[in-house]
Structure formats: structure tokens, C-alpha cells
T-cell receptor
Framework: AQKITQTQPGMFVQEKEAVTLDCTYD???????LFWYKQPSSGEMIFLIYQGSYDEQNATEGRYSLNFQKARKSANLVISASQLGDSAMYFCAMREIQGAQKLVFGQGTRLTINP | NAGVTQTPKFRVLKTGQSMTLLCAQDMNHEYMYWYRQDPGMGLRLIHYSVGEGTTAKGEVPDGYNVSRLKKQNFLLGLESAAPSQTSVYFCASNNILGSNYGYTFGSGTRLTVV
């Protein structure tokens, strides 16, 4: 069974600093996908970034990058130059490539950006 | 606007009451999912469907039933609500080819069972 672990329940960062949110995963599948979602206080789930298990380069989307270390089974999210609007809950998730493509989520990390 | 619509957005139930949550998508997606979100536990899969007329159990199916009579709709039912079912419920959909840009989520239903 697939499992996602986020070990940081909460993080506090100064505005404009870079921040790394940790995510480790466990799967016996060779092919899988990893996602990061942002959930602001309004509650909606916002897609941030995706990394496929066979992608050789780390994914980047604007200020977001995914530090993918396959051998260590980690998929950390890096946010550069943090902004007040980055304060939110962040979820790491894994998709099974076969079958119903179910998403398995981690417990989440609450990020607070201080001015 | 295209997307996933959940109704209702908020609901308070008394223990033992029943209700149905509706998820509707207009993107012709094959796959649909119901998740519940509880503090400190992330989102957990309740039931899912891989097409019209199909449903399957997820990680936490007890106390819930689902139906997908039409491709665009995925209904989640609580036959006899319990306080443990107080949660935020999210519906999501995805196409059969999968998307590298994430799944489409509804805005959530906040359910309180008293």
C-alpha cells in the first residue's frame, strides 16, 4: 500500500525566506506520481506541482520546485522568496498510475509566513 | 465555469439523520472520488468510481454509501449520521488518461453531526 508521511505539523518562516516542506513516501510501484497541493483558509484545494517517478529533472512551477530524491523516497516542496499569501496548509500526495489512479495524501503541514 | 460542484456547502445533522451529498462534474471525467478531511489526518478516501454504474470502497468506507447512476454525478450518502462523521468532505474527479496537472476538486462540504 502507498503511504505519504509529512513530519512537520507546522512551520513558521519569515517573509522572503525560502522554505522546504518535507514529504517522504512509500510504495512498491515502479511508476507513480507525486503532487503538492495548497489549502488556504478558504478551504479549496489548489494544485501546485507534479513530479512523475520517471522524470529525470526536478519539477518547477514559478516559485515552487520539487526536490525529488527517488532513492531516498522523498519529494520535498521548496518555496522560494516566501510571501504572506503562502500561509496555508500544504499536502503532499501520491497517485497510483494503474487502476483508479487514487490519490493518497499525507497529514499536511501548516505553513505560516511572518512579516 | 467547468469544474466540480458540491452541494450543499454546509450542513448540520442530528445523530441518526440521513443525508446525501451531491458531486457534479461537467468535464466528462471517468474517475470520481469522495474524500473526508479531518485535522491532522489529511484527506482520506471514502469511496471512488471508475465510471458510470461503478463504485468501490476506499480507505474509510464504513457508514457511507455511494452511487454513480450518471457519469457526471457521484452521490455520497450517510444513512444514519454519527458524530464521528463530522468532517469536511471533498469530491474530486480525473480523466482516464490521468492529468499531470492535478485532479479537479470541489470546494468541499462542511458537515457537523450533533
Amino acid at each position: 500500500a502507498q503511504k505519504i508521511t509529512q513530519t512537520q505539523p507546522g512551520m513558521f518562516v519569515q517573509e522572503k525566506e525560502a522554505v522546504t516542506l518535507d514529504c517522504t513516501y512509500d510504495t512498491s510501484d515502479q511508476s507513480y506520481g507525486l503532487f503538492w497541493y495548497k489549502q488556504p483558509s478558504s478551504g479549496e484545494m489548489i494544485f501546485l506541482i507534479y513530479q512523475g517517478s520517471y522524470d529525470e529533472q526536478n519539477a518547477t512551477e514559478g516559485r515552487y520546485s520539487l526536490n525529488f530524491q527517488k532513492a531516498r523516497k522523498s519529494a520535498n516542496l521548496v518555496i522560494s522568496a516566501s510571501q504572506l499569501g503562502d500561509s496555508a496548509m500544504y499536502f503532499c500526495a501520491m497517485r497510483e498510475i494503474q487502476g483508479a489512479q487514487k490519490l493518497v495524501f499525507g497529514q499536511g503541514t501548516r505553513l505560516t509566513i511572518n512579516p | 465555469n467547468a469544474g466540480v460542484t458540491q452541494t450543499p456547502k454546509f450542513r448540520v445533522l442530528k445523530t441518526g439523520q440521513s443525508m446525501t451529498l451531491l458531486c457534479a462534474q461537467d468535464m466528462n471525467h471517468e474517475y470520481m472520488y469522495w474524500y473526508r478531511q479531518d485535522p491532522g489526518m489529511g484527506l482520506r478516501l471514502i469511496h471512488y468510481s471508475v465510471g458510470e454504474g461503478t463504485t468501490a470502497k476506499g480507505e474509510v468506507p464504513d457508514g457511507y454509501n455511494v452511487s454513480r447512476l450518471k457519469k457526471q454525478n457521484f452521490l455520497l450518502g450517510l444513512e444514519s449520521a454519527a458524530p464521528s462523521q463530522t468532517s469536511v468532505y471533498f469530491c474530486a474527479s480525473n480523466n482516464i488518461l490521468g492529468s499531470n496537472y492535478g485532479y479537479t476538486f470541489g470546494s468541499g462540504t462542511r458537515l457537523t453531526v450533533v
